[in-house]
DNA sequence: GCAAAAGTGTTACAGTTACACCCATGG
DNA sequence: CCATGGGTGTAACTGTAACACTTTTGC
């Protein structure tokens, strides 16, 4: 085993923070330095301290750029292809972030920061647009086999609100009689005994069961 | 953004090599330097010279090992924590690689790898064990979903043949005719207009069709 | 001709989908 | 009293799982 050292490598951790606001799924970016004249947007990200481990850095990053201290974090992916220059390379260890709806953010830390729908995002730095395109697929994913959709929503929520965050991700529309069973039968919220007033009927309030087990059996491709 | 630069990482990929030896998944490794005097094992790996990418590396780690240029090869995790001293950390990217059943490699290149069944693990260094029990969730995850279980397989083969793949990773025993009936409205598979002889019956042998899109509708969580 | 492995269909059951109306509240 | 969103059950259909015997070859 060789053990030639890398010296220039510089190691980063990128985090692709989503949210629903405004009834999007949207992600967050900051403005990346000028290089030449064009201005873009980037990954929130940070160079990961020795002291560090790498998720650690990413909530750090979290910490830093929105003063958040808890949030759903899950590692993506790492990038680290050789630049142009044959002696830089920098490695990006990529994690994504959910915030519940509703979340007020400090964006007086940094006023650097925008939320965009990820129907609609500007023009990214590098190679950011296909890491945000791989985090959605993966959002998406998940969220078909696990209850990774709870963490959009604040903790108490309605049927309705839950099924929208469910369409908003998937891109279709969901029958609500099937939803609800669904949901219901499968004994991962429990209602908290209050109802939520507005336009019309009030909607009972439920909440997420943290104790739910909460994956589902994969179909599989072959029997 | 904090510009420290982080001299003392040291960045090293590490693969877990899967294939199917003596009708057992196995996985291969290498002996690692006694530290003290305890002998034990670990993934084979390597440093990421700073010209290479990623995958190129663990693609090049595949051909210093076993001498092999081709492989199904798929990022697993990246590892990053600190250690016991502060200054020294190392940041391990690790991949799976596939090898069929069948694939002779060169264990003359490298004397100290070794075959193991998955089932039975040697004492392993650091958290290499945790690495390769997370490896074979993703396999078996995949397995359910995809077309990985190909991989393992050499370029043509049995529906007996498959059907013993499936069952040897997933850990049961599958339906024979439910199993073909599947595979085959599927669509990913057609024969080659041969059979292979033996004891008994010939069998037909069929091949794996590239152009197959076989990713399976997931089920849904909630609907 | 027999041992050994390959190959082949049908039925019962479970899960999924499609669908329309009444209910409770605020204004 | 009406507009608004909340809440509820059933029937057709589709996919899944369970199951045993015949066929072909080598020895």
Redesign the interface.
């Known amino acids: ?11 980063e951790v990128r985090v692709v923070v989503f949210s629903l606001r405004d009834d999007q799924l949207q992600a967050l970016f900051c403005r990346s330095e000028p290089i030449i004249t064009q201005v873009a947007w980037e990954l929130p ?10 998720e650690e850095s990413a909530g750090q990053c979290l910490a830093y750029f929105i003063g958040l201290h808890e949030a759903y974090l899950e ?1 993506l ?6 630049g142009q220059d ?4 920098v ?1 990006s ?1 990529v994690y994504f972030a959910i915030i519940p709806a509703g979340t007020i953010i400090n964006t007086k830390i940094q006023p650097t920061i925008k939320w965009f729908p990820v129907k609609e995002l500007p023009e990214l730095a590098n190679n950011h647009r296909d890491i945000v395109d791989y985090a959605l697929r993966r959002l998406r ?1 998940k ?5 990774v ?1 709870f963490e959009l929503l604040p903790e108490n929520f309605t049927l309705t609100e839950l099924q929208r965050t ?1 369409e908003l991700i998937l891109g279709e529309k ?2 609500k009689r ?2 609800r069973r ?2 219901l039968e ?1 004994g991962v919220i429990e209602p908290i005994g209050q109802w939520q007033s507005g336009e019309g009927r009030p909607a009972r309030l439920y909440r997420y069961r943290p104790d739910a087990v ?10």
């Open positions: 085993m060789s053990q030639e050292k890398s010296f220039i490598d510089r190691l990200g940070d160079c990961i301290p020795i002291h560090q481990s790498l590692q992916y790492t990038y680290g292809d050789p044959p002696e830089k390379r490695i260890v994913y969220l078909e086999y696990t209850a959709g469910y969901l029958d099937n939803f669904r949901i499968a909460a994956e589902v059996q994969a179909r599989r491709l072959f029997p």
